[in-house]
């Protein structure tokens, strides 16, 4: 079965550009699935960040449009979020997760914390 | 955007009753909502999808239910594994949404 794990900095200087990749396992980034990203600031509830399809499509939280970059790496079987100028209202976990409809996000990574701090 | 909100945002219940969460859509989602399931340091993890489909794994004391705006989360008899935060999320339309969330804790 599919699995997803998040990697990338722990730590990221204000206004600068918080990089963070999905390793999927157990199953090919080219299938139907969409692969999403979800933050949770300490604390406090879910944001969902946007998703990507294998094909390069996105779909992004408005919110974020800005700032949000979104790839896929086929040969890598992975999947990336870049978020540039953070601030500290950025710092929160990051989950990856993925969906097929017409199911929920299913499975998620087990998070990672980024910390905008200089 | 679509927002959910969920009540109540904080639940007190012994080991053994039956918990309701309600989440209420801002407009009509059809029956695209999930509902999850969080602990302190953990993933969210996906307890009902469409509504009222149990996901594969999940106990049968969970049940989901409603279509439109108005969606309910039910724990049949609560038991000391099901102390956690529970979401819902509408899939319906971009972007997706989730409610606040509710804590259910021990009383």
């Known amino acids: 079965q599919v699995q997803v794990q998040e990697s990338g900095p722990g730590l990221v200087k204000p206004s600068g550009t918080l990089s963070l990749t999905c390793a999927v396992s157990?199953?090919?980034?080219?299938?139907?699935?969409?692969w999403n990203w979800v933050r949770q600031p300490p604390g406090k509830g879910l944001e969902w960040i946007g998703e990507?399809?294998?094909?390069?499509?996105?779909n992004y939280n408005p919110s974020l449009k800005s700032r949000v970059t979104m790839s896929v790496d086929k040969s890598k079987n992975q999947f990336s979020l870049k978020l540039s100028s953070v601030t500290a209202a950025d710092t929160a976990v990051y989950y990856c997760?993925?969906?097929?409809?017409?199911?929920?996000?299913?499975?998620w990574g087990q998070g990672t914390l980024v910390t905008v701090s200089s | 955007d679509i927002q959910l909100t969920q009540s109540p945002s904080f639940l007190s219940a012994s080991i053994g009753d039956r918990v309701t969460i309600t989440c209420r859509a801002s407009?009509?989602?059809?029956?695209?909502l999930a509902w999850y399931q969080q602990k302190p340091g953990k993933a969210p993890k996906l307890l009902i999808y469409?509504?009222?489909t149990l996901q594969s794994g999940v106990p049968s004391r969970f049940s989901g239910s409603g279509s439109g705006t108005e969606f309910t989360l039910t724990i049949s008899s609560l038991r000391p594994e099901d102390f956690a935060t529970y979401y819902c999320?509408?899939?319906?339309?971009?972007?997706?949404?989730f409610g606040q969330g509710t804590k259910v804790e021990i009383k």
């Open positions: 997760a993925t969906w097929s409809p017409p199911r929920g996000f299913d499975p």
């Open positions: 999320q509408q899939l319906n339309s971009y972007p997706r949404t």
């Open positions: 469409a509504a009222s």
């Open positions: 157990g199953g090919s980034i080219s299938s139907v699935n969409w």
């Open positions: 990507i399809y294998h094909s390069g499509s996105t």
């Open positions: 407009q009509g989602i059809s029956s695209y």
